[in-house]
Each structure stands twice: as structure tokens, then as C-alpha cells.
């Protein structure tokens, strides 16, 4: 029966089906979530969505990187066994089957480039929010309990990177991370133009970090008027780790900083009195809130 020659050849794809059914089991039995031992929530550290993010995708080069082998060899495995059972040889065949192994080839490479890109910008943004949380950290210490910082708190569709409180108001601190351009002569250009509407870096000019950073702002400050029943002051910080910032305006509302010497750039601005009441009412909301993130894991992701 003609039909078996094409049928029989499939046994020889057994072992790689079964290598290939080995490879996603692992993938999915990797979880780099950490609970706390003494209330079961999730750690969180600063760039703490980043670090699940990363987690994510090198599982994914991990899946791509080990199913690659394995699918662009499955047509050349057939193609023997073909070779074995079939009554007469067909080169066209023979060549289809080289070809289909070499564009999954080109497949998988370009998977695999991507995902090196994915995983550098990932590693890029969470340097920018280590840093610029290592920064904020400097705020707390045992005898400035004013002092207090939030990381990857939640809102209704996103994600902040940063909720610092002080004395003088709370402060929503968004980080984003940009590769620096280089000149011809091999030197690097880091200085980043704030305009109201837009941040102008060596070119091309954005306006997305800025509509996100005060949405943000806006809406904890809602949202914390609602929780604590009277106004809380709030201001949002962009923080571009690496730049140097030539302010031309900012929007009202709105600080862009280069993250060095944050802390005392926030203990330092005042942006009115908030009392003690007030201001364990507003630390309690965001425990409250940043709680949810454990409850829910598969909130929206931060942008980079």
C-alpha cells in the first residue's frame, strides 16, 4: 500500500516528539516567584515586574533554543525514513525536505536574535529601575519614619515603578531606560531635552513617558483622596537614569530628573504638610493596594 510509505517514516519522529514534549514540561516547571515565609506573599524588590518579565524570556530562549534542533531536524529525519521505505527515489522529494529544514533553520535564528533583543532591553530597564530604587532607598532610615517607598504598585491598567512618601508630599516615580546614541567619532550623546508636550533626545522625540507619568500621578492621587477621605499632595518624577536633562518646560504637575541624588531631590521639595494621621492613612492604602499584585500576578506589565 502506497499510503505506508508515507505512514511508517513517522516512527523515526517518535524520539524527537518525545524530546520536544521533555523540553516544554521543563519550561513550564521554572517559577522564580519567592513567597515570604511569614505571610505568604510574594518579595517584592525594586524592578521586581522586570525581574518576572526576564524570567519570562529567557524561559522563552530557553524553549526556542532547545525546540530549534529538534523541528529543523524532524523534515531531514522523515526524508530517511522515506528513503527506506519508499519502492523508488523522488530528488525532488529529497530537496523539499532539505529546504523546508532550512527555512525552519532561518526561523529559529530569527526567534533567537529576537529574543536577545527582548532580553537586552529588559536588562536595560531593570538596571534604570535598580538604580533608581537604590536611589529612593536612601530616603528610609530607622530615625525617618516620615519616609516611606513603594515598588511596582498597581493602578486600575498599569503599574507604577515607584511611590515615594515624605513629609512634604508623596511623589509617583516612573523610570524609563534609553540606549545613548554615539556620534561618528565615537562619542556619546546623553543629553535629553524636556519640552511640554514631548522629550526631545538626539533624534527622534518622545511623548508616551510623559502622558504616562502624570496619568499615573493623577489617578494615586484620586485614588488616594478617595481611600484616606481628604486631598494628598502628589507629584509625578520621570526619572531617565544616564541622561543629562536640559529642561525647555515640563507639563504642570511633573518633574523629569536624571535619578541621581533623587532622594535628596524629593526630601528637599515640598509640596505641602501632610500629618501624621494622614499620612499612616496613605501608607496603609498602598500596603492594601500593593498587595493586590500578589493576589493577581498578571496585571499589566511595566513599560521599559
Avoid at 499632595?233 to 515640563?250: K, N
Wanted: proline share 7%; with cysteine; aromatic share 8%.
Amino acid at each position: 500500500m502506497a499510503w505506508l510509505e508515507y505512514l511508517l517514516p513517522l516512527i523515526f519522529l517518535f524520539p524527537l516528539g518525545a524530546m520536544a514534549v521533555i523540553v516544554i514540561a521543563l519550561r513550564n516547571l521554572h517559577d522564580a516567584r519567592v513567597r515570604s515565609p511569614f505571610n505568604a506573599r510574594h518579595l517584592r524588590e525594586p524592578g521586581q515586574a522586570l525581574r518576572d518579565r526576564l524570567d519570562r524570556a529567557f524561559a522563552t530562549l530557553f524553549l526556542n533554543g532547545a525546540l530549534g534542533p529538534i523541528v529543523t531536524l524532524a523534515p531531514l529525519v522523515y526524508g530517511m525514513g522515506r528513503m527506506l521505505f519508499a519502492n523508488r527515489q523522488n530528488w525532488l522529494e529529497w530537496a523539499l525536505y532539505g529546504a523546508l529544514s532550512t527555512v525552519l533553520v532561518l526561523v529559529y535564528c530569527f526567534l533567537l536574535i529576537r529574543d536577545f533583543q527582548h532580553i537586552r532591553r529588559i536588562k536595560l530597564g531593570l538596571a534604570c529601575e535598580l538604580a533608581v530604587g537604590q536611589e529612593l532607598e536612601r530616603m528610609v532610615h530607622p530615625e525617618a519614619h516620615p519616609y516611606y517607598v513603594f515598588h511596582d504598585v498597581p493602578t486600575d491598567t498599569d503599574i507604577i515603578d515607584h511611590v515615594a512618601i515624605t513629609p512634604h508630599g508623596v511623589f509617583v516615580v516612573e523610570t524609563r531606560a534609553r540606549t545613548r546614541p554615539f556620534t561618528s567619532d565615537g562619542r556619546e550623546i546623553n543629553l535629553v531635552t524636556v519640552e511640554p508636550e514631548r522629550l526631545r533626545f538626539p533624534g527622534w522625540s518622545e511623548h508616551a513617558p510623559l502622558v504616562k507619568t502624570l496619568r499615573a500621578s493623577r489617578w494615586l492621587a484620586t485614588w488616594l483622596e478617595q481611600q484616606c477621605g481628604s486631598p494628598v499632595p502628589v507629584q509625578g518624577v520621570l526619572a531617565l537614569p544616564g541622561w543629562d536633562i536640559s529642561c525647555a518646560g515640563t507639563p504642570e504637575g511633573l518633574m523629569v530628573v536624571s535619578g541621581e541624588a533623587l532622594s535628596q531631590q524629593l526630601s528637599e521639595h515640598h509640596l505641602g504638610e501632610i500629618d501624621d494621621a494622614l499620612h499612616d492613612k496613605v501608607i496603609t492604602a498602598l500596603i492594601e493596594r500593593a498587595a493586590e499584585l500578589d493576589r493577581n500576578p498578571t496585571l499589566s506589565e511595566p513599560s521599559i
